[in-house]
T-cell receptor, first 109, second 116 residues
Framework: AQRVTQPEKLLSVFKGAPVELKCNYS??????LFWYVQYSRQRLQLLLR??SRESIKGFTADLNKGETSFHLKKPFAQEEDSAMYYC???????????FGKGTRLSVIA | GAVVSQHPSWVICKSGTSVKIECRSL??????MFWYRQFPKQSLMLMAT?????????EQGVEKDKFLINHASLTLSTLTVTSAHPEDSSFYIC????????????FGNGTRLTVT
């Protein structure tokens, strides 16, 4: 069965500190992993997908198949990074995404 | 970029009435759209997969007679909450993926339903 685990409900860091939001997944096939972000009162937005290997807003995430992880990282947190972050798992084609429970990141000035 | 429009953004209705929520893909075609439900401070739970021209596929525990889904065209899916009850109050979010390529899911703004 497909499953996404985000172990932290809330993560508070000081501005300028490094951030790591953890995500582990369970999937028997070849997964697609995503990070979505939801700022206050806004829609879910795609932040990263593992196949693109981009850095968006300073965030990066590397798929580690051995550890079945897709942790989201940023070296220096900014206040505007405060939001809900969801890790999601899917595969290609018209299949839905399975979401983790989300981690609320709070960046303290 | 791909845009998904959801309407209305919020709705308040009385118990026993029905509410229709629309989800449109504005600049792309989507043979499949997905309906999620999000309770306060919780994650998104998939309710159903809406398939253009055929019946929706519902997740376990989701009543198909209560949450009617119609996907009449390649750009429109509707979710109707029938005979709404206070426990149906929630945030409903639709999403769609461009049919012709492997683009990621794009989400609507969501609809906050409050049943009094």
């Amino acid at each position: 069965a497909q499953r996404v685990t985000q172990p932290e409900k809330l993560l508070s860091v000081f501005k300028g500190a490094p951030v790591e939001l953890k995500c582990n997944y369970s999937y028997s096939g070849s997964p697609e992993l995503f990070w979505y972000v939801q700022y206050s009162r806004q829609r879910l937005q795609l932040l990263l997908r593992h196949i693109s290997r981009e850095s968006i807003k300073g965030f990066t995430a590397d798929l580690n198949k051995g550890e079945t992880s897709f942790h989201l990282k940023k070296p220096f947190a900014q206040e505007e990074d405060s939001a809900m972050y969801y890790c999601a798992l899917g595969n290609s084609g018209n299949t839905p995404l399975v979401f983790g429970k989300g981690t609320r990141l709070s960046v303290i000035a | 970029g791909a845009v998904v429009s959801q309407h209305p953004s919020w709705v308040i209705c009385k118990s026993g009435t029905s509410v229709k929520i629309e989800c449109r893909s504005l600049d792309f075609q989507a043979t499949t759209m997905f309906w999620y439900r999000q309770f306060p401070k919780q994650s998104l739970m998939l309710m159903a997969t809406s398939n253009e021209g055929s019946k929706a596929t519902y997740e376990q525990g989701v009543e198909k007679d209560k949450f009617l889904i119609n996907h009449a065209s390649l750009t429109l899916s509707t979710l109707t909450v029938t005979s709404a009850h206070p426990e149906d109050s929630s945030f409903y979010i639709c999403s769609a993926r461009r049919t012709e390529d492997n683009s990621p899911l794009h989400f609507g703004n969501g609809t906050r339903l409050t049943v009094t």
